[in-house]
């Protein structure tokens, strides 16, 4: 029994053998595949928004993504942050500005809702 087990193996572990390398017909082993690579892009004419973000879906690698889509989109993400923040500090530095030279103080907080009933 213990003989018969092992020729079965052995015959199992050939036509495997055989069916990934091509059995000697053919071109030989299974061909490369293309890789998938990232379809919906992030827009390079605007700004990111929200809509892209969430559309935003990356194509499986054999160990997950592929880093440089991933790397890509995060550069870009980043690039726009820091574009956003120097643009919102310029504009709080301009607001200070006029704050100063007009003598008066302007608030920058939400006025209190009041309970209507």
Do not use: C
């Amino acid at each position: 029994m213990f003989l018969f087990l092992v020729v079965a193996l052995a015959v199992v572990v050939a036509a495997v053998t055989l069916a990934v390398v091509g059995g000697g017909e053919g071109d030989g082993p299974l061909p490369e595949a293309a890789p998938e690579r990232l379809q919906d892009l992030l827009p390079l004419d605007r700004p990111v928004d929200r809509a892209d973000i969430d559309s935003l879906r990356f194509p499986l690698a054999a160990r997950g993504y592929r880093m440089a889509d991933v790397d890509d989109a995060l550069s870009r993400l980043g690039a726009e942050l820091a574009e956003r923040d120097a643009r919102i500090a310029d504009l709080e530095s301009a607001l200070a500005g006029a704050q100063a030279s007009a003598g008066g103080h302007v608030s920058m907080e939400k006025p209190a809702q009041e309970d209507q009933q």
